[in-house]
């Protein structure tokens, strides 16, 4: 398992974490993605990832980003969240894991 979090560590899964952090924040989802993808090409330019970026960096996009934003950004965070039926939070996976073996 630490295989799978260290390569959640380096990509752009948690893009739309940050677009769903700036919703909340009061930010049109649509401009929420907007600001997303163009940070995301940034980020690729400079070889570097979303939780890389400095809060000073992320407040000159939008000044409604805080601190918060790194626990938001973790992969943890970010599957505990998708508690949805048939999400990718812990309990749903469980769940799918035990019907799959109901039905083996």
């Given at each position: 398992?630490?295989?799978?979090?260290?390569?959640?560590?380096?990509?752009?899964?948690?893009?739309?974490?940050?677009a769903d952090y700036l919703a909340t924040k009061g930010i049109p989802f649509r401009q929420a993605h907007e600001i997303v993808g163009k940070l995301v090409l940034e980020?690729?330019?400079k070889g570097i990832y979303l939780q890389d970026v400095s809060l000073e960096e992320y407040q000159a996009i939008?000044?409604?980003i805080e601190e918060d934003i790194y626990d938001t950004l973790a992969s943890k965070t970010a599957i505990t969240r998708r508690h949805s039926l048939g999400g990718t939070g812990f309990d749903q996976v469980k769940k799918q894991i035990e019907l799959a073996k109901t039905a083996l």
């Open positions: 398992t630490q295989i799978m979090h260290d390569a959640t560590e380096k990509d752009f899964s948690n893009a739309t974490e940050l980020c690729t330019q939008n000044p409604v």
